[in-house]
């Protein structure tokens, strides 16, 4: 192969062809190729130097002798080069590179080769406001580096404004298009031609959200083969696994179901749900989707919300909509996207140092809990009482944890502390209850099974809320509830207490559990605690009896009763100095 | 489903309890910790009907407590896929509603109740039909079919349809009273 400088490649290389039918087996040459990309330059293949100027002789167009052997290496190279060459068709999804609409994604929906421009199909993102004011040629001053919102043209809405809506019909295919200021709009969408070059066609990987506004609402499920062909063009190697449940979306197959036996390659074998076929197939994987039936639990594997699972609730083509596990919420998803997993996470929990569930310090005044952990950022939910607000934050927004226990007063003034359980009275939340999360400046974030907005999580004032005395020794089966008074004395983490040896020797329902429906002092009674000063300094024993401002304790090292002053122990539920027995 | 099954269980028992009613106490000790809990793979315990057998108790070296292995017959719900179910409504909202049979809880997506069925916000959020002649609301009975189930340790999440033949609304407790 020889490189031949020339200014115009394809002319000349027709004409080499020509040549070749005239002249038949006189020209030694093999092939001549002209490339788009390569400017001035044509390559041609033959034995020897010489039958290149044998061939090249008498042709118009040529600027220089000069020919340039091409190294064996790149001979390959030249040729395949042209696999590189994108593959531009209609339905496919691509990015637009620059301009207003630039990272917007865009359908073509049309290509003209010859001239490299194609015909996107796009979310308009006008002002018609401005428009208008140009059109009436009003100067107004402009804002600078202002992008639109994207929005669906509404014909009527820019007639209102008096801006001169023509509807024409394209002479070509017969479609009519809306033409505001020589702009082309259809069903809303705008209709853009653009050069090739302004598009990115490579790795486009449209969210669900974008394919969706996209979607129009009268579109059946054969729509979804557009956006299924760039999803396949994405999927990740080894997409496909033993035992995966399938369905052809492709071809004379298609809608069959199947088991994936093997996969090889691009080639994926089946085994059919059908009667009357052979026992395995092969096909190729782009004609495969994965499919799932309601019920089965799955988990996300790609997208947005990856890392999350749940149970598929409806199957909509090669949609699927989850019922996530932890948020009790939709998600909505390509069938391609999830895996059949039994496992139950809540996606990703933590970025850096904080985790979901969390208090942080965002700025000097605010704070929140973290009650959605996405892919770069948390969702908090501030603490402002009146309303639930809540902000999108970055990692590094977050000023840091707050972890000091501290305590409140409720409505009738009794110390409220964490995992003790409230009511609210007041608000926008009345009437909910829950055991309190966390404390801050008299705010209590108040975690609400039954409630379905913030991940649970309520906001209130403390100074609203009342804590229930009773369901706190009947509400947990579990029996932790009463040794949760002190819980938040020893453990900083919400681990419901095992008090140390006795977890050895018996469950800790024991201590609790037996005294159920205990109330006011008595709630001592029963429970294991530990000596915190005087004589049996260090020793644990079981509370026997309150007498006064004693009380008597079974030691557990010792068979004897003894009486140790209440003050001197460490779980003592009268809070009037909270902080002492942080060294228990 | 309902289930009579025989289940064995380690208690552990504090020695003060040791004397003429040991037996009564490790009984009633065993129905306080199994009654009402769930285990993933025989679901809900509602019931303890019968003690089969006390195994040999075993001292506990440095706490004095004895292990007893106890064999016990009890009545244990657990939901299976594609079973129906009669449940009582606890929540509505735009995105469903929670229903609860016995201790199991089941939530049916608004995909899964049937399309002329519509979301009605306010004081009572409730599902209805357009001519007003079937809805849901909060302590309404229905009748429905499991879909999927989610079984942990501690607990059996399901999620149901009412979107079949004879399933939906079968007592409304607004045309009761």
Not at chain 2, 40 to 63: M, P, Q, S, W, Y
Request: hydrophobic content about 35%; charged content about 25%.
């Amino acid at each position: 192969m020889v490189r031949y400088a020339i200014g115009r490649e394809r002319e000349v290389a027709v004409c080499l062809m020509q040549k070749s039918i005239d002249k038949g087996s006189e020209l030694q040459i093999r092939s001549a190729i002209a490339l788009d990309h390569l400017k001035n330059y044509i390559y041609i293949e033959a034995d020897k130097e010489a039958h290149v100027r044998e061939a090249c002789r008498g042709m118009r167009n040529r600027y220089s002798n000069k020919i340039i052997l091409v190294p064996i290496k790149e001979m390959t190279d030249v040729l395949s080069v042209e696999s590189k060459a994108i593959d531009l068709s209609r339905d496919t999804w691509v990015r637009m590179k620059i301009g207003t609409y630039k990272g917007d994604l865009a359908k073509v929906v049309d290509v003209d080769n010859v001239r490299q421009r194609v015909t996107v199909k796009l979310i308009p993102r006008i002002d018609l406001q401005a428009l208008a004011n140009k059109l009436e040629g009003r100067e107004v001053p402009k804002k600078k580096a202002f992008v639109p919102p994207p929005r669906f043209m509404n014909v009527d809405e820019a007639r209102e404004m008096h801006i001169r809506v023509e509807r024409r019909c394209n002479p070509m295919t017969g479609d009519y298009f809306e033409n505001i200021n020589g702009m082309m709009f259809k069903d809303g969408f705008l209709y853009k031609t653009v050069s090739m070059k302004s598009i990115s066609s490579q790795n486009i990987q449209p969210t669900f959200d974008e394919l969706e506004k996209f979607r129009q609402p009268g579109e059946n499920r054969d729509g979804d083969m557009a956006s299924l062909s760039t999803l396949f063009a994405n999927r990740k190697k080894g997409h496909f696994m033993k035992g995966d449940r399938v369905i052809f979306v492709k071809g004379d197959l298609k809608n069959l179901k199947g088991w994936v036996e093997k996969v090889e390659e691009d080639t994926v074998h089946i085994r059919p749900n059908a009667e009357g076929l052979l026992s395995t197939l092969a096909v190729n994987e782009k004609e495969l989707c994965k499919f799932f039936e309601p019920g089965n639990h799955v988990k996300v594997v790609s997208g947005a919300t990856e890392g999350t699972t749940g149970m598929i609730i409806t199957v909509e083509g090669h949609r699927v909509v989850i019922l996530s596990d932890t948020s009790k919420e939709h998600v909505r998803v390509f069938s391609d996207n999830v895996v059949e997993s039994s496992e139950v996470t809540t996606g990703v929990t933590r970025i850096g140092n904080y985790e979901l569930h969390d208090l942080v310090l965002l700025d000097n005044m605010t704070f929140g809990v973290i009650i959605h952990v996405e892919s770069e950022a948390f969702q908090v939910l501030k603490g402002v009482p009146e309303r639930s607000e809540v902000v999108l934050v970055r990692l590094r927004e977050i000023k840091y944890k707050l972890e000091k226990k501290t305590y409140a007063q409720d409505w009738s003034k009794n110390t409220v502390s964490v995992k003790d359980i409230v009511r609210i009275l007041e608000g926008p939340c009345k009437g909910k209850q829950g055991p309190v999360e966390h404390i801050f400046r008299g705010i209590l974030f108040i975690c609400d099974r039954h409630h379905l907005e913030h991940a649970g999580f309520i906001c209130a004032k403390s100074q609203f809320c009342v804590v229930v005395g009773g369901s706190r020794a009947n509400g947990d089966r579990n029996g932790d509830a009463l040794p949760s008074r002190f819980t938040h004395l020893r453990t900083p983490t919400h681990v419901p207490q095992s008090p140390g040896r006795l977890s050895r020797g018996g469950p800790p329902i024991d201590s609790g559990g037996r005294h159920r429906g205990g109330r006011g002092h008595d709630s001592l009674v029963g429970t294991t605690i530990k000596v915190r000063q005087g004589p049996f300094k260090g020793y644990r024993g079981r509370v026997v009896e309150v007498k006064g401002p004693s009380v008597r304790i079974e030691l557990e090292s010792q068979m004897k009763v003894v009486t140790v002053d209440r003050n001197y122990i460490s779980d003592n539920v009268v809070i009037s100095t909270p902080y002492r027995s942080d060294n228990p | 489903m309902f289930f009579h099954i025989v289940l064995e269980r380690n208690m552990q028992l504090h020695p003060r309890h040791f004397g003429r009613d040991l037996r009564e106490k490790l009984v009633s000790k065993l129905m306080k910790d199994v009654e009402g809990t769930c285990s993933g793979r025989h679901g809900f315990v509602v019931a303890i009907t019968g003690i089969e057998n006390v195994g040999k108790g075993l001292i506990r070296d440095g706490t004095g407590f004895v292990t007893f292995p106890v064999k016990y017959q009890c009545v244990v719900f657990r939901p299976f896929k594609g079973e129906i179910l009669e449940a009582v409504v606890t929540m509505v909202n735009k995105m469903g509603f929670f229903a609860e049979a016995g201790p199991v809880q089941i939530f049916v997506s608004n995909h899964l109740i049937p399309d002329d069925m519509e979301f009605q916000s306010g004081d009572m959020p409730n599902y209805t039909t357009s001519d007003g002649s079937v809805k849901i609301q909060k302590d309404s009975e229905v009748r429905l079919k499991i879909i999927g189930t989610r079984v942990d340790a501690t607990e059996i999440f399901c999620i149901g349809t009412i979107k079949d033949d004879f399933l939906g609304v079968i007592s409304d407790p607004a045309t009761a009273s």
